[in-house]
Structure formats: structure tokens, C-alpha cells
């Protein structure tokens, strides 16, 4: 493992850990003998066997499910699919929303709809899931990794925008990276495990540098920054409806965007370009078969229906392990930033760097499902040789986070009250 420096605040303490009472643990109250015995107490159910996020379907998703298979209508036309995107216009507060087959296509069709072109740089966390990276190559464009800021984990705007004045350059309105020669497309955020980043600072970036934001809130479904919806930010969002998200199609994703030319566009793209006609097959443009099929959407409209009740469920766990977590030595829990709701779609802890594999073999062995965060992607192959700003905060967290037991079911269960 390679040496990077820890990560302080401005007065040289750790960011994360606030109660630290080293010095006074025994050795058989090791942080891995402790962490277990929390998610022991706050999760119901005997010796473990918990998965970090099942899905929950406890609403109408049966009788949707066959009353889309009774209308024939499965596949890509049908009423289920026009409600869906309804529901989630209405919730999130924006204009339109065209549902796709997954996450990562949806996000590919919004950045080339936000005008990324080939060879073009997209900056976008160096920490975050694989799928933000793989659709801006996708794109044939290049990522560009840049740092988190510790209370939030999303991108850092400060340090972003003191990387930007120093490697970027305007031309005619457009931004550069003048050390690769390449055009600047979008910048794109992620909400890291739902909580919302820092998006006064980071709109704040994009109109200075006049850069459209393109927003991945594929883990912040019903997340709030100052009361406005994450998904709603940006010249367009994307969500996922993936199996371990917070609500789910089986898989599933979606565009987001209050501009109606764009909707236009991303809702002609992904239907593979077809103009209208009632017999004619006549098509415009190399198009996408991304549209979501009926079925998935009739599953995601009674998800829709539990999307409040399961949110109040995932942030009542949050709140135990809050509480739980609070005062043991060498363990921070990771809270929403401040100004914001957090659908605390993972639960994560910041242990110490050498804690971490002996926390993770512990839970895992006493049937808590945890894991690290996602290897960061200028390790992987594929993004290795992608342009990066300095990343030290995310290379003290990759080696620090683990998440834990995060299922909207694990207290559905627990109260009587909730159980249908
Ligand atoms: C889940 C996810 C996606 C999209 O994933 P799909 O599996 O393609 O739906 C994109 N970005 C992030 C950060 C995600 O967590």
C-alpha cells in the first residue's frame, strides 16, 4: 500500500474522528470487536445475515406487475412507463423526466445532450461508483478526477476551482485544460451515498467557468440541499433504479431536466431516433434502445408509492447508528452535511487506515455485510491515465470507509407499527 499523508483540518486534527479516546482501549475491546457489537445491537435479528441494501416491496408492486402483464403492453410503450416519470417529475420538482434501461446510459445520454463531445475532459469525482467514469468514456470523452471535501464527500469546489484558475484557459466562451490541449464539457457531481454536496459552491464553479453541470443522482433519490431536490440542479440529472438503490425497477434509470429541448432530445435519442410517423420507419440520428420497458416502470410506480416511507425508514436506522456509533474511540459515522436531508441511501463509517481490513473481515464474518468504498478510479486500468487534480483527501478516505447494513427493510420490520 502506498503511503499517503493523513488528511487534517486547519488545526491539524483528523476531520472525521471527533471523540477519540485513544490510549484507553484494551485490547479485547479492539475497534472490530466494538463495530461489531453495534450492528449487533442496532440491527434486529439474531447472528447477523444482513446484506448492506435489499430491496423492499412491500406496496403494490405484485398487482402492477400483472396488470402490466394482462395490458401485453411490456416492453417499451405503455402506461406505466408515462406514470413513472410523472410520479418523479412531481416529486423532485422538475420539468421532465425520460426513464431509460439503466443509470449509466442515462447518464450517458445527458452528458451528450448537455453538448460533450468527443475528446472532450468531463471532471467528475475521483470517489464514486465506476458507472459516472465509464459513461463519460462512453461519451468518447476523457474524465477528469477531482477531489471530495470531507464534509460532504462530494467534490470540493474550493480546491476544484484553485486547480481550475491554475491549469484552465477561456476561449471564446469555451473552457480548456491547457495542458492537454482539450476542451472542458461538464462537470459532474455525485451525491456521495445520498448526501447532497456542496451545490451553491459547485453551480458556483460552473457559471464562472461556464461549464454545464451535469448532476449524478443515482444514490440521492428524495436527498435535499436547502429544501430543493438532489436531481434537480444542473442543466440536467440523472437517477438509477438499480437493485440496491433506494427504490428499484430491477434496473432502470433516468434523465432530468427542467429545459423541454432537451427532454426532446434525450426522449428522441433513447428511442432509437424515430421520427413520429404512424407507419413510417424513418430515423435521424444513430440512436439508443434505451428506453425503459413497461414492466420495469409498472415495479418502480408502486415503488414510487413507498419512496417517503422508505426514506423515514433509512434515515431512522441512520439515526441509531448515529447514537450508537457517538462515543466509540477511533469510529467517526458519517452524518448528513449541514443544509441538507440525506436519504442515507449507504450508512458509512471512517475507521483507521490500519483498522480497516480488521473491521471488515470481523462484520462480514459475524454475518454483517459491509465493504470499503469503491476503489478509486484513477486505480482502475481503464481511468489510470486520466488527467487528476491532487486527491489526497479521497486517497486517506479509500483507505478509511467502510459502509454497513443500509436496507430500507431492516427497520420496516423492527417497529410494529410499520409492518403492513
Ligand atoms: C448506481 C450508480 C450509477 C448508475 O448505475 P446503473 O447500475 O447503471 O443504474 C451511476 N452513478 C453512481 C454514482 C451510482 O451509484
Not at 66 to 89: H, K, N, P, W, Y
Not at 131 to 156: K, M, Q, R, W, Y
Not at 204 to 224: F, H, I, Q, T
Amino acid at each position: 500500500m502506498e503511503t499517503v499523508p493523513p488528511v487534517t483540518d486547519s488545526a491539524g486534527r483528523d476531520p472525521f474522528v471527533r471523540t477519540r479516546r485513544g490510549g484507553s482501549m484494551k485490547a479485547e475491546n479492539s475497534v472490530e470487536k466494538l463495530i461489531t457489537a453495534v450492528l449487533g445491537a442496532v440491527l434486529p435479528g439474531e447472528g447477523g445475515g444482513t446484506a448492506l441494501h435489499e430491496p423492499l416491496f412491500r406496496g403494490r408492486e405484485k398487482e402492477y406487475l400483472l396488470q402490466c402483464i394482462d395490458s401485453t403492453f411490456v416492453s417499451s410503450v405503455g402506461g406505466f412507463v408515462d406514470r413513472f416519470e410523472a410520479m418523479l417529475a412531481d416529486y423532485i420538482g422538475v420539468k421532465s423526466v425520460v426513464a431509460v434501461v439503466n443509470g449509466t446510459c442515462a447518464l450517458q445520454v445527458a452528458l451528450e445532450i448537455s453538448g460533450v463531445r468527443e475528446n472532450d475532459e468531463v471532471i467528475l469525482p475521483a470517489m464514486t461508483f465506476v458507472a459516472t467514469a465509464n459513461a463519460v468514456s462512453h461519451c468518447g470523452a476523457v474524465p477528469h478526477f477531482a477531489d471530495c471535501e470531507p464534509g460532504t464527500l462530494g467534490i470540493d469546489p474550493g480546491k476544484l476551482s484553485g486547480y481550475l484558475s491554475r491549469i484552465s484557459v477561456t476561449r471564446e466562451g469555451e473552457c480548456f485544460n491547457r495542458i492537454t490541449g482539450r476542451r472542458i464539457g461538464a462537470v459532474v457531481p455525485m451525491h456521495v451515498f445520498g448526501h447532497p454536496g456542496d451545490m451553491d459552491g459547485l453551480t458556483d464553479l460552473c457559471d464562472r467557468y461556464g461549464l454545464p453541470m451535469v448532476e449524478d443522482a443515482a444514490e440521492s433519490l428524495g436527498s435535499l440541499y436547502r429544501g430543493r431536490h438532489a436531481g434537480s440542479f444542473g442543466r440536467c440529472a440523472v437517477l438509477s433504479f438499480n437493485g440496491n438503490k433506494t427504490v428499484t425497477t430491477g434496473g432502470g434509470g433516468a434523465v432530468l431536466t427542467d429545459d423541454p429541448e432537451l427532454a426532446a432530445r434525450a426522449r428522441h435519442l433513447t428511442t432509437t431516433a424515430k421520427v413520429p410517423h404512424r407507419w413510417e420507419y424513418f430515423h435521424d440520428a444513430p440512436g439508443y434502445n434505451y428506453r425503459m420497458p413497461n414492466l420495469n416502470a409498472a415495479l418502480g410506480c408502486a415503488q414510487l408509492e413507498m419512496l417517503d416511507r422508505i426514506i423515514e425508514s433509512k434515515r431512522r436506522l441512520a439515526k441509531r447508528y448515529g447514537s450508537a456509533f457517538a462515543d466509540l474511540p477511533g469510529v467517526a459515522f458519517f452524518t448528513e452535511p449541514e443544509h441538507a436531508r440525506s436519504n442515507y441511501w449507504l450508512n458509512a463509517l471512517i475507521v483507521d487506515r490500519e483498522a480497516r481490513d480488521r473491521v471488515l473481515s470481523a462484520t462480514n464474518k459475524a454475518g454483517y455485510m459491509t465493504r470499503p468504498v469503491w476503489r478509486l478510479m484513477h486505480r482502475l486500468p481503464m481511468h489510470a491515465h486520466c488527467p487528476r487534480m491532487d486527491l489526497s483527501v479521497a486517497e486517506d478516505l479509500e483507505h478509511r470507509l467502510i459502509n454497513i447494513p443500509s436496507g430500507p427493510g431492516i427497520l420496516f420490520d423492527a417497529t410494529g407499527e410499520e409492518t403492513a
